[in-house]
């Protein structure tokens, strides 16, 4: 039942030897493909396109002859021989797919690397276009860092002026308060009049408005000059 000829003048056993040897030889060409990827030189294999062509064409013939062996198988008389065969062809159409399926997941990876490798080189072409913007990015971020420290230093420059400042008013207001009691401690002494010692109490209320206006005064100078100097 085997000697069952094709339209192609084959009988089904000699169909199925050359699929055989076509899986044989496009499995051999799955493994030097997937060698040459793994190797140091893959970038540089020129008989690598060639190759996937082959390999394409036998897998294309095998599955060809599937169709063929399928037609056949199924007009033998003997359901044995018909059961025999239709394994046998089945296991071919089989392998013949996972050759196909690792060829296309060969070729997307390959198409990976290509495309991969033609972003790199855009990459390194911006780059080397772009490097002197770059530079001059670099150069305005360390001016207005430096600008930045400057403006730092000068409000901690105000703050220790404006901290002096008010150490002084606060000296003066002691010396102001002792030299009172020593006045009032003369004058209840000396018994002046209570007129004198309003007039002199009148005259520290005002010496103290004064005070105050002042520091007030003083710290509103200094907030401006903060805000100026931002």
Do not use: C, P, W
């Given at each position: 039942m085997a000697a069952i000829?094709?339209?192609?003048?084959?009988?089904?056993?000699?169909?199925?030897?050359?699929?055989?040897k076509l899986l044989l030889r496009a499995r051999d060409g799955i493994e030097r493909l997937e060698r040459l990827e793994i190797s140091a030189s893959n970038a540089r294999g020129l008989d690598s396109p060639e190759l996937s062509f082959a390999v394409k064409k036998d897998i294309s013939q095998i599955q060809s002859l599937c169709a063929e062996m399928d037609r056949l198988w199924r007009s033998i008389a003997a359901r044995s021989q018909r059961d025999l065969w239709r394994r046998k062809v089945e296991q071919v159409a089989e392998e013949a797919d996972s050759l196909k399926d690792s060829l296309d997941k060969y070729s997307m990876r390959n198409q990976k690397r290509m495309i991969e490798a033609k972003e790199r080189a855009e990459l390194l072409g911006?780059?080397?276009?772009?490097?002197?913007?770059?530079?001059?990015?670099?150069?305005?971020?360390?001016?207005?860092?430096?600008?930045?420290?400057?403006?730092?230093?000068?409000?901690?420059?105000?703050?220790?002026?404006?901290?002096?400042?008010?150490?002084?008013?606060?000296?003066?207001?002691?010396?102001?308060?002792?030299?009172?009691?020593?006045?009032?401690?003369v004058l209840n002494t000396v018994g002046l009049s209570n007129s004198v010692l309003r007039l002199i109490e009148r005259r520290n209320r005002v010496d103290k408005w004064i005070k105050y206006m002042g520091m007030i005064l003083t710290v509103v100078i200094l907030y401006f000059f903060v805000r100026w100097t931002r």
């Open positions: 000829e094709g339209g192609g003048g084959g009988t089904l056993s000699e169909i199925y030897q050359s699929s055989r911006r780059a080397n276009g772009e490097s002197a913007h770059v530079l001059r990015i670099f150069d305005e971020e360390a001016q207005a860092m430096q600008s930045v420290r400057n403006s730092s230093r000068m409000l901690e420059e105000s703050f220790a002026t404006g901290t002096a400042i008010l150490s002084k008013y606060a000296e003066q207001r002691d010396r102001l308060k002792r030299a009172q009691r020593k006045a009032l401690d």
